[in-house]
């Protein structure tokens, strides 16, 4: 999985309550993104790192928010987590935003009970 | 109507049987085409990279691109059980990377 590690890879936890979910990498890679894959729907970008301190929302932004305090690591944080975010959470890093491909990590699969 | 649009599948195939997977496309800045693999449970792998018309081999993988009639093809060789997995196209023009839903793809020994 291109030196991506993602933690925990499971995760059930009860509505209301937050989570962080944590992408770490060794491969020095300016570019991280956070996904949620849905049977129906595909890979979708949560949020995206252009560099330390810098991000960035995408298509599924609203109840989620992101942090990089490191190149290395990128947390995605579920502030108040709803049944509708029960999904499986890939990570993925890239050299370049627009000509290198994404790399993925193994995933998260988290449920809100 | 979706960016990417992708058959959901499932294709079910005979080991050794040629496999075509497609994906259409309406944004014609796109650039960069790609296919992913994913197994069950794991995450997704590049599996095939190009950014011009034509096509792309690499041993029993085939990537096609017709920017002309915005659509993209993998074609897979003698398939064989362990190509059974979801095949995800993907694109970009601004490093924006749009997925196809995937293909659910079962070869049957």
């Known amino acids: 999985d291109a030196g991506i590690t993602q933690s925990p890879r499971h995760k059930v936890t009860e509505t209301g309550t937050p989570v962080t979910l944590r992408c770490h990498q060794t491969?020095?890679?300016?570019?991280m993104y956070w996904y949620r894959q849905d049977p129906g729907h595909g890979l979708r970008l949560i949020h995206y790192s252009y560099g330390v301190k810098d991000t960035d929302k995408g298509e599924v932004s609203d109840g989620y928010s992101v942090s990089r305090s490191k190149t290395e690591d990128f947390l995605l944080t579920l502030e108040s987590a709803t049944s509708s975010q029960t999904s499986v959470y890939f990570c993925?890093?890239?050299?370049?935003?627009?000509?290198?491909?994404?790399?993925f990590g193994p995933g998260t699969r988290l449920t809100v009970l | 109507q979706k960016e990417v649009e992708q058959d959901p599948g499932p294709l079910s195939v005979p080991e050794g049987a040629i496999v075509s997977l497609n994906c259409t496309y309406s944004n014609s800045a796109f650039q960069y085409f790609m296919w992913y693999r994913q197994y069950s449970r794991k995450g997704p792998e590049l599996l095939m990279y190009t950014y011009s018309s034509g096509n792309k081999e690499d041993g029993r993988f085939t990537a096609q691109v017709d920017k002309s009639s915005k659509y993209i093809s993998l074609f897979i060789r003698d398939s064989q059980p362990s190509d059974s997995a979801t095949y995800l196209c993907a694109m970009t023009y601004t490093g924006k990377l749009i997925f196809g839903q995937g293909t659910t793809l079962q070869v049957k020994p």
């Open positions: 491969e020095n890679h300016r570019y």
């Open positions: 993925a890093i890239s050299g370049d935003r627009v000509r290198d491909t994404q790399y």
